[in-house]
């Protein structure tokens, strides 16, 4: 892919915290820190027009807890048609991973994700989507 130079005025303030953004997540320079910006922000973009994403919806929850799992079961049944895997890990003696690998229409995969996340048990979970 061919690049293109372009130059960009920025306030004081929004230099120095592209800056800081920069140093935090160690790109090696502001093009690098921009291209991802502009990047981040499209496919939040495809989110809001429920364009067909991939993502993953991680779970960490306690298998101790009654009815936790036969509820995450019975919900990812209902939205089969959107899981492509889901990979199940014992963290400890207590605890799980469940990393659901997903691709759909990125409404209704936010739609699983909230759903899964606010069954009663679980401690942690997130959704991660990318446009594809």
Known sequence: MQVQRFGVS???????????????????????AIRYLIRKNIKEESWKENKIVAGAIVLVYDHHKRELQKHSTELQHDYHDLILSV??????????????????????????ANRLISIKGIKHGDLVMSGM
């Open 10 to 32: 920025l306030e004081k303030e929004v230099l120095d915290s592209l800056d800081r953004f920069v140093e935090q997540k160690k790109f090696p320079n502001r093009s690098q």
């Open 87 to 112: 990979q199940h890990v014992h963290l400890d003696h207590d605890n799980c991973l469940e990393t659901i690998s997903v691709k759909g229409k990125a409404h209704d995969l936010m739609d699983l």
